[in-house]
């Protein structure tokens, strides 16, 4: 099964930037959607930004403005471009990949704080 591996998270101070990175050990389906769910405390998992392979994109209306999602299909390779980072912006960041049909691909989540 395919793996998804997140990186980039950590503490930043409100205002600040962090770019998030998630790598597809491998895409079995050319076409796909890829994107970053994030998990606050207490809170369910909801979408934050996805991006198809096409590069159309989808943003939560809290983000638009702020985040940039992005992707490189030749590496499979997964970005998100956070400036103007809010406190309510924390929380567990998670690669999901999904190919539009059966289920999809979870990575394991990057911690993001923001606070000062």
């Known amino acids: 099964q395919v793996q998804l591996v997140e990186s980039g998270g950590g503490l930043v101070q409100p205002g600040g930037s962090l770019r998030l990175s998630c790598a597809a050990s491998r895409v079995i389906f050319s076409s796909n959607t890829m994107g970053w769910y994030r998990q606050a405390p207490e809170k369910q998992r909801d979408m934050v930004a996805t991006?198809?392979?096409?590069?159309?994109?989808n943003y939560a209306d809290s983000v638009k403005g702020r985040f940039t999602v992005s992707r490189d299909n030749i590496k499979n390779t997964l970005y998100l471009q956070m400036n103007g980072l809010k406190p309510e912006d924390t929380g567990v960041y998670y690669c999901?990949?999904?190919?539009?049909?059966?289920?999809?691909?979870w990575g394991q989540g990057t911690q993001v704080t923001v606070s000062s």
């Open positions: 999901n990949l999904d190919y539009g049909f059966g289920p999809s691909a």
């Open positions: 991006v198809t392979t096409n590069g159309r994109t």
